[in-house]
């Protein structure tokens, strides 16, 4: 028969044994329901993301179809174009054949100006030198008397044919004056009207080039699109079926790819913009793989994206510099850090602090954030949400 003392060291045990039970179950349910909530956390976030990118889908296809209106648009007004500028060839062919059949005739005119010039001179000079009884005296040199008749009506031819000829000199004159001008006006309407035709058909080519390449670079966005919205939906396929689980712990495999969220990144931290990817800082030759932001010391530097923790420490070139892993080769660096708050392999939410702004090399405080994808670095700029 047990002893008192032994029955209640017993019964000690057996309360302690139930305490550290209970203490077990409630640090496993506790952590249980850590993962299914985190695991919840990411399924909304999948949704809101996929709502997200099918909103840019939408959008997509409605520019798409714009540009395929303005595009038929543009197809009629090249073909108007084009009907203008031939229209135009027409008129600048026929404005040379007027051109040459008018130089044919000015020439012509000034052969017959220049065969009928020696004669006319002679003639002018005969009647300088007459005088003003130039005819008179024609008449008075008449011998006969029968023939004074003859000689006025002669007379009167002569100084009716010198009256025409001076007359047809002037009218030839002005009217090799007023072909040049003429043609030469319809010259110039023509080259202008062939410039301006040819000059907006150019336009309207460029034009649908340009919405040529904006269709071809909507069609690049769709289809990134649905391989973004495939990927998401894949990872939130696994995030359900943890959820369905009887523990609801989400297992490491189902995580969010960082890829769906181009463009909707959080900042890691507040400030204005440095300096921009690729851009050397103040006084040094070199480029930068990530961007600089201007931050007080200490502001907290959060997580873009959900990861793993790669490296916490202090490394050259980037002071003290926290690594975060998010799967698929995409890593974001937080570099210049005043201090470190996680530890490597640690799992880290999206927005979770991982450290604070420090110094910066070049003079000053704020943070260097690098983003490297499939293992290359990246502008953060085109994946960072817009402000």
Known sequence: MASPSSRNQTQRLVVSFATFAAFAIFVLSGAAQSDRSRAEALARRAGERLVALQREADRLASDERSLLNDLRKLDVERQIRTEELMRADAEAAKVRVDMDDATRRIDTLQASEEAARPELRSRLVEMYKLGKARYARVLLSTPDLRRIGQAARTVAALAKLDRERLEQHQRTIEELKSIRTTLEQRQRQAAAARADAEKAQLAAGRAAQAKNDLVREIDRRRDLNAQLASELQAAQSKLQAALRDASGAASDSAVLPIAPF????????????????????????????????????????????????????????????????????????YGDLLDIGVAKGARIDRGQPVGSVGPLPSGGTGLYFELRIDGRPVDPLQWLRHR
């Open 262 to 333: 181009r463009g909707d990144l959080g900042w890691p931290t507040a400030g204005q913009l440095r300096r921009r990817f690729g851009g050397p800082p103040m006084g040094v030759p070199t480029s930068s793989n990530g961007i600089e932001i201007d931050s007080d010391s200490g502001t907290p530097v959060v997580a873009v994206h959900d990861g793993t923790v790669a490296f916490a420490g202090s490394f050259t070139g980037y002071g003290n510099l926290v690594i975060l892993d998010h799967g698929s080769q995409a890593f974001s660096l």
